[in-house]
């Protein structure tokens, strides 16, 4: 069995429980990983569909309501705590708490028909982590300083993409391409993260 | 008396003569079944892999110093191999480069920050990842394609009937003659060339955030082709049977939507941007 046939074959047996699925996935790293990742999210899932959430105009209209009150600021501490104190052992979490999220933001988006997405799917829109972002480089410039600048300027375009798209999303939230391409711009993130881990960086 | 130019020359000779002593050469070779699996990891280096004759495995590295070993074991049909750094080394004296002769249906796996990757002439399946590596591959059917690089160039040529799924933050993707089931590519600020004909029933999907996207195809091309750009620009040399129904509102100029040549037989590609422009080119035959 080659990558195609078990992606293929998840379609009737989606936890790999069978001879052939798991005699791949052993073999397969990136098989592997997906796997992992279809059972995290069909495990999250199950909690989610308990959720009922508002569409985001109306999250958007609290928010502009809030920042009117003067109640809510633009954010100018770090939405995680420093990760270099203490937490550096648990540091990686943070990325694949991300990683995880945005899966589950992918796969809800594609759960969701493109006519009824803007109406019923929601979407959390955050800052780029700074913090986190801080931390990620701190760890390259240690283990592989060559590679730190060119991380940085990546970063810094995956971080403008995604500014630029929430900014037309806030604008336009029923704007199903814009809401897509945020979403691509968060993978993008994660996939600078994944990168990070690479043992080839380590 | 020694002219200055023989001088020169004779310091040169010696700066040669360090290097190519501090490099040194390394061959293994596995013997392995169909389907053999293979994964390189190399910090520093290129990493090149080609078919073999048999079911053999054989590994030419040149280490460029004594701070980086090569670690490499065989477990059944799958074979691993790591540049492993020593104390003390960096991208000049870590960096391993490798020739590698695998079994054409082997699945290879190769990953390093640096340098390049290239495979040719495969049909198993094949997953390279590089932060700033260049990619490079050629000629490889019947294979699942796994590519992600941070900002290091991406060129496929002659791929058939792939599964290619390619991630790419800031390097270009150029690719010539591919085709296959899905072909997909994101990319948040690289440029995305495709020249082809979008096969006869497969996927196509090419974003990029910020970057142009350009499709050069022939004439006779059957495809239903999306294309938005939500800030950006779109041209299409082309002409398309209009769409009677799409999920967005075809804004001229942001958008078009439309299909091309027979319909029964056609792929489906979807072309996307933020804020890049998007150009459907018609393919100038030859006379």
Redesign the interface.
Known sequence: M???ELQQSLAEVDDASTAEQQAHVR????CAALVKELNQIIAAAVDLRAADEPSPRVWANIEAALRQEGLIRPVSQPFLPSLSAGWRAVAWLVPAAAMLLLSLGIYLHRQTS??HAPAEASLSVAAPADAVDSDLLQEIAQN?P??KT??E??LR??NQ?IV??QG?VAENPN????R??LL??Y??KS??F??AM????Q | MLSSGAVKLMSLGLVFAGTLAAQTKKELRFSVGP?A?V?V???YGSISVKPSNGKIILVDAVLHSDKVEIDNSQNG??VDI?SHLLAGA??DSGRVDYEILVPADA?I?L????GSLRAEKLH??V?L????ADVDVRDVSDA?L?I?T??GAVNLDNIQNG?VEV?S??GDVTMRSVNGPLIQV????GRINYTGDFGSSGEYRL?S??GDIDAVIPEWTSADVVA?S??GEVHDDIPLQPKSHT??AVEKGRAFAGTMGRVAVSSTVVL?T??GKIHLRKRQEKQ
């Open positions: 080659n990558c195609v073999s397969c790293p990136t493109p006519l592989s060559a590679m060119q991380f300027e990546n375009q995956v993409a630029d798209s037309w704007d199903a391409e814009a897509r391409s691509d711009a993978h993008q996939m600078l994944e990168m690479d043992r080839s960086l | 389907k699996g994964s990891t190399n910090p049909n799958r790591e960096d991208a699945s796996n990953h390093c920050s640096t198993g399946d997953t990842e590089g932060a700033g699942h796994h992600k941070m900002n599964h991630d933050v800031s994101v990319s948040t600020s974003t955030h910020s938005h939500v800030k999920w967005f996307r933020f804020s």
